[in-house]
C-alpha cells in the first residue's frame, strides 16, 4: 500500500512568490494535516483538514492556506514568500475514526523541501 | 506558549545497548504521547504512543514509559541497532484532533 505522497520531493524559489504543496493521503484516511519543520527543530501544526472542512489551524500568518479535495488530497498554499518559509514541509494523514475530536496516528509524508532565497 | 521538550540533544550508545530518550512536557492536560522516528531525508515515522490512563506500554523492542506526576515521558529502545540511528521526537496532543506539538528532537548515535 502507497503510504503518504507529496510533490515535489524539493522545490526553489525566491522572495514574494507563491507556492502550492501536495499531498495524497493513505487510501481511506480523510483527515490531513500539514506540518512546517525548519532545519533542527521538531514540526510545527499549520492545519487540519478533514472531510474537506479546516478543523483546526496553528499559529501562522494568513499568506499560509491549504483546502482538501473530495478525494481527501491536499494542496498547501504560500503567498509572498519570506525567506523564512524555508523549510520541510510535512503532510500527514491519519485513520479514519468515529470522530475528528479523536486522538489518532499520524502517518507522515516524506515532506517537499522549499528553499526560498 | 507551553511546549514539549527534551534533556538531551545527543545520545551516543554501543550496538546491543539499551537506549534511553527522555522527554518533558509542560501542558498536564494532554493526554495522548507519541514517539516518532526521523531519519534523513524521510518525514517522521510512527514508533509507538501512550495515553494518559496508562504508564507503560511495550511494542517491538521498544517501551514507553509515561510519569504524569511528573510530566515525563521516556523511550527505551532494547538492544540497540545500527538501523535505530536517527532523530528522535516526542510529541504531545494538547488539543482535540491532531494538533500535535513536538519537541525539539534528539539524535541517537549507535556505535558499532
Known amino acids: 500500500d502507497a503510504g503518504v505522497t507529496q510533490s515535489p520531493t524539493h522545490l526553489i524559489k525566491t522572495r514574494g512568490q507563491h507556492v502550492t504543496l501536495r499531498c495524497s493521503p493513505i487510501?481511506?484516511?480523510?483527515?490531513v494535516s500539514w506540518y512546517q519543520q525548519v532545519l533542527g527543530q521538531g514540526p510545527q501544526f499549520i492545519f487540519q483538514?478533514?472531510?474537506?472542512?479546516?478543523?483546526g489551524r496553528g499559529n501562522f500568518p494568513d499568506r499560509f492556506s491549504a483546502r482538501q479535495f473530495p478525494n481527501y488530497s491536499s494542496e498547501l498554499n504560500v503567498n509572498a514568500l519570506l525567506l523564512g518559509d524555508s523549510a520541510l514541509y510535512l503532510c500527514?494523514?491519519?485513520?479514519?475514526?468515529?470522530?475528528?475530536?479523536?486522538?489518532?496516528?499520524?502517518?507522515f509524508g516524506s515532506g517537499t523541501q522549499l528553499s526560498v532565497l | 506558549g507551553e511546549s514539549v521538550g527534551l534533556h538531551l540533544p545527543t545520545l551516543s550508545v554501543q550496538e546491543g545497548d539499551n537506549s534511553i530518550i527522555n522527554c518533558a512536557y509542560s501542558?498536564?492536560?494532554?493526554?495522548?504521547f507519541i514517539w516518532y522516528k526521523q531519519e534523513s531525508g524521510k518525514g517522521p515515522q510512527f514508533i509507538i504512543d501512550?495515553?494518559?490512563?496508562?504508564d507503560k506500554r511495550q511494542g517491538q523492542r521498544v517501551t514507553v514509559l509515561l510519569n504524569k506526576t511528573v510530566k515525563h515521558l521516556s523511550l527505551q529502545i532494547a538492544a540497540t541497532q545500527p538501523g535505530d540511528s536517527a532523530v528522535y521526537f516526542c510529541?504531545?496532543?494538547?488539543?482535540?484532533?491532531?494538533?500535535?506539538?513536538f519537541g525539539a528532537g534528539t539524535i541517537l548515535r549507535v556505535k558499532s
Open positions: 500527514a494523514s491519519s485513520l479514519p475514526g468515529q470522530s475528528v475530536l479523536a486522538n489518532e496516528k499520524l502517518f
Open positions: 487510501s481511506g484516511h480523510k483527515s
Open positions: 483538514y478533514y472531510e474537506k472542512e479546516e478543523r
Open positions: 501542558n498536564s492536560a494532554s493526554d495522548y
Open positions: 501512550i495515553r494518559s490512563n496508562m
Open positions: 510529541a504531545e496532543n494538547q488539543e482535540y484532533g491532531n494538533k500535535l506539538v
